[in-house]
C-alpha cells in the first residue's frame, strides 16, 4: 500500500491507482497475483484496446481476495474502467464499498462526487465531498493535495449554482492550506465581487492584501479599478505565468507567412466560446452576415459548450467553415488553423472563460487581433493587435495597451434584426406605474462601492424614484437591501428583475426611465440593449478599456449632452449635485 502511487488527472476522474512495473503475466493466477502484476496485467489489456478484458481481471481479483488490504484500491481501478465503458451504476458501486472499507481514501469521494454531479445530483456531491474534507486525515502531502482538489470542485459547483456564500467558503479554506496557488486567489476574488463584498480584496492570517491584488485576474481587476497599468500588469503577469507546451513547432508556427491576396480571398478566422445565447453571441449575429465574402473567407472556431440554439444556427449559417475546436489539444487547434492558412486571426475571448490562449501562443497566422470578448490589452507578445475607437482608447493612452492599437468608428458591432417579445407593463414587472424607474442590469461583479454609493444618492434626491436590478444570489440581494437601509433608502424601492430570455428582457428595458451605468467596469452588451431599446444612459467614464465602453456607445448614439464633466465627486450630473430629475434626457452624460 505504501508503494502506490496516485495519478490524479486534471479533474480527478479516470485515475488509476499505479505501483512499480511488474512482468504481467498472461494468465494470472487471480488468488496469488500481487497488487503490482494485477496493475500490469490490466494494464497491458487495456492498453492492448480490451478495456472491458481489463475491467474482468480486476472483477475477479477483488472476487478471489475479498479480504485483501488492497481491495479499495482495485475497487477504485475497476470504477475508471466502468465508467469507461459507461456502465455508471457499476462504477459508483465500486467506490461506495472502496469508501466503506477505507473512509480515509478521498480519491473516491472525488470521482464518487463527479459521477453525482453527472446524475444532475449537484447537492449529493457537495454533501459527499463536505464529509471527506471534515474528516480528521493524517496529514499527507497526498492527502492535503486530495482535500484541495475536493474543496475546489466543491468551489466550482456552488459558484455554477450560485450558492457563492459557500463558494467562497470553500475557497478560502483552500487559501489556508494553499495561500500562494494563484488559481485560487483567482477565484475568491472573483466570488467576492459577484457577492458585493467591499472591500473585495480583504487579506487573512494566512493571505495578505498585497498577494491579493498580484494574482488577481485581468476580468476580475477591470472590476476592481481603472488603473490602466495595474491592468495591463495582471494581464502580462498572466501569460508570463502561462505554460504553452510545445508552444513553437514548424508545423504550425505562420508568424512570418506572407499574405498574398492577389489570386485569392483574404482568410479570416474568429476563435470564440460565445457564438451561442451570450452577450458577446448577440453583438456579433449579424457581423456574419455582413461580411463581403467575394472578398474575405470567414472561418469560426467555436471553443464553446455544445449549443444548437438559433443564434448558433444563424451564425453558422452565414459562416463558411463552422470548426469546433472544445475538444482538440492547443497543438491540434493551432495546426487546424495553421492547415487553413488563416491570415487574420481574432481572440473573441482574450481573458475570459473557456479562452484559448494556448492557441494564440503558438502563433498559427501572421496576424493576430484581440477583440470584443475581453475588454482590455492582452499583455501578450502573440496578440498584435486590440480592436478599440477614439473614445475607448485615446492616443494619449496607447502606452497601456501592449497591442498596436486599431480604431473602428465604434468598436463594438450591434445585431439590428434583434427582436423583442411583446410589450408588457410594469405592473407585470412589479414596478410602480407613476414613479421614476432606474435601472442598471449589469451583473452584481459590477457593483462597486463607488457606483453604489452614488445610485444611493440619488435615490435619496429623486423623490419617488426606485432603482430596477437584474436579479443575483439570495445573499447578494440581502447585502444590497442592508447598504441601501445604512444610506437612508428604503430596500423596498431595489426592485429585481427575474432573468428571462434575450427577446422577453428586450421587451422590458423600456418600462425603466434611466440606466445607470457601473465604474469603473461598464455596460458593454447591456448598454447597447438599453440604447438599442430607447433608454438614456448615464455613465462616467474612466481611463481603462471596460470603463469607457458606455461612453462609447452613448456617443455613438449622439445622446451626449455634456461631455466634459470630470469630477464625479462635485458633479457627475445634475442629479448627485441636488436637482431632482424630471426629463430623463437632462440626466444624460458622458464624463472622461
Request: contains cysteine; aromatic residues 8%.
Amino acid at each position: 500500500g505504501s508503494q502506490a502511487l496516485f495519478l490524479l488527472e486534471s479533474r480527478a476522474r479516470g485515475a488509476l491507482y499505479m505501483t512499480p512495473s511488474a512482468a504481467a503475466p498472461d494468465r494470472p493466477d487471480l488468488q496469488g497475483l500481487g497488487l503490482a502484476q494485477l496493475i500490469e496485467a490490466a494494464g497491458a489489456r487495456s492498453g492492448a484496446g480490451d478495456v472491458r478484458g481489463a475491467r474482468d481481471l480486476y472483477a475477479g481479483w477483488i472476487e478471489a481476495n475479498p479480504t485483501s488490504p488492497f481491495l479499495f484500491v482495485v475497487l477504485f481501478n475497476r470504477s475508471t474502467l466502468d465508467s469507461a465503458l459507461g456502465e455508471m451504476q457499476a462504477a459508483a458501486e465500486s467506490l461506495r464499498r472502496a469508501i466503506e472499507i477505507n473512509p480515509d481514501f478521498l480519491p473516491a469521494y472525488i470521482n464518487l462526487g463527479g459521477m453525482l454531479e453527472k446524475a444532475e445530483s449537484a447537492e449529493a456531491a457537495v454533501a459527499l465531498w463536505s464529509s471527506a474534507v471534515d474528516r480528521p486525515l493524517l496529514m499527507t502531502g497526498d492527502n492535503v493535495g486530495h482535500v484541495v482538489t475536493t474543496l475546489t470542485q466543491i468551489t466550482r459547483v456552488l459558484s455554477e449554482k450560485e450558492q457563492i456564500e459557500r463558494a467562497e467558503q470553500a475557497v478560502k479554506r483552500c487559501l489556508d492550506i494553499s495561500p500562494n496557488r494563484k488559481d485560487l486567489v483567482e477565484q475568491y476574488f472573483a466570488l467576492r465581487l459577484q457577492q458585493c463584498k467591499w472591500p473585495a480584496a480583504e487579506g487573512s492570517e494566512r493571505i495578505d492584501r498585497k498577494a491579493l491584488l498580484r494574482d488577481i485576474h485581468p476580468l476580475s481587476m477591470a472590476a476592481y479599478t481603472d488603473d490602466p497599468m495595474l491592468q495591463l500588469a495582471a494581464a502580462n503577469r498572466l501569460v508570463a505565468q502561462a505554460s504553452f507546451d510545445s508552444a513553437r513547432s514548424a508545423n504550425f508556427d505562420r508568424r512570418h507567412a506572407p499574405i498574398d491576396i492577389s489570386k485569392r480571398r483574404l482568410r479570416v478566422g474568429y476563435i470564440s466560446s460565445d457564438l451561442r445565447d451570450h452577450a458577446v453571441g448577440y453583438l456579433m449575429a449579424e457581423l456574419f452576415e455582413v461580411h463581403d465574402k467575394t472578398r474575405i473567407e470567414v472561418f469560426a472556431y467555436y471553443c464553446g459548450p455544445d449549443s444548437n440554439s438559433e443564434l448558433t444556427q444563424r451564425t453558422k449559417a452565414n459562416v463558411e467553415h463552422w470548426k469546433p475546436i472544445r475538444d482538440l489539444s492547443d497543438d491540434d487547434a493551432a495546426r487546424m488553423i495553421a492547415d487553413d492558412g488563416i491570415d487574420i486571426l481574432i481572440d473573441v475571448n482574450g481573458h475570459t472563460r473557456d479562452a484559448r490562449l494556448g492557441v494564440f501562443a503558438r502563433r498559427p497566422a501572421p496576424i493576430q487581433v484581440n477583440w470584443l470578448g475581453f475588454p482590455g490589452t492582452m499583455g501578450s507578445p502573440f496578440h498584435h493587435y486590440i480592436i478599440a475607437d477614439d473614445w475607448i482608447i485615446p492616443p494619449s493612452f496607447e502606452k497601456y495597451y501592449s497591442e498596436k492599437v486599431l480604431r473602428l468608428p465604434c468598436y463594438q458591432p450591434n445585431d439590428r434584426k434583434r427582436v423583442s417579445d411583446g410589450a408588457p407593463t410594469r405592473a407585470e414587472h412589479g414596478l410602480p406605474d407613476d414613479a421614476f424607474v432606474f435601472c442598471c442590469f449589469n451583473g452584481p461583479q459590477k457593483f462597486s462601492r463607488f457606483s453604489v454609493e452614488r445610485w444611493f444618492e440619488i435615490l435619496r434626491r429623486t423623490p419617488h424614484s426606485v432603482l430596477w436590478l437584474l436579479n443575483c444570489p439570495q445573499e447578494t440581494k440581502i447585502r444590497l437591501q442592508v447598504y441601501a437601509q445604512a444610506g437612508g433608502i428604503d430596500p423596498a424601492r431595489l426592485i429585481f428583475a427575474p432573468k428571462m430570455r434575450n427577446q422577453n428582457h428586450l421587451a422590458r428595458i423600456p418600462l425603466a426611465d434611466l440606466f445607470l451605468d457601473t465604474v469603473p467596469y461598464g455596460a458593454h452588451t447591456t448598454a447597447s440593449d438599453a440604447l438599442w431599446m430607447g433608454v438614456p444612459l448615464l455613465t462616467l467614464s474612466g481611463r481603462s478599456f471596460a470603463s469607457r465602453v458606455c461612453g462609447s456607445l452613448v456617443r455613438s448614439a449622439e445622446r451626449t449632452r455634456d461631455p466634459h464633466t470630470r469630477d464625479a465627486k462635485e458633479r457627475p450630473d445634475r442629479v448627485s449635485s441636488g436637482t431632482p430629475i424630471h426629463n430623463a434626457s437632462e440626466a444624460v452624460v458622458c464624463a472622461p
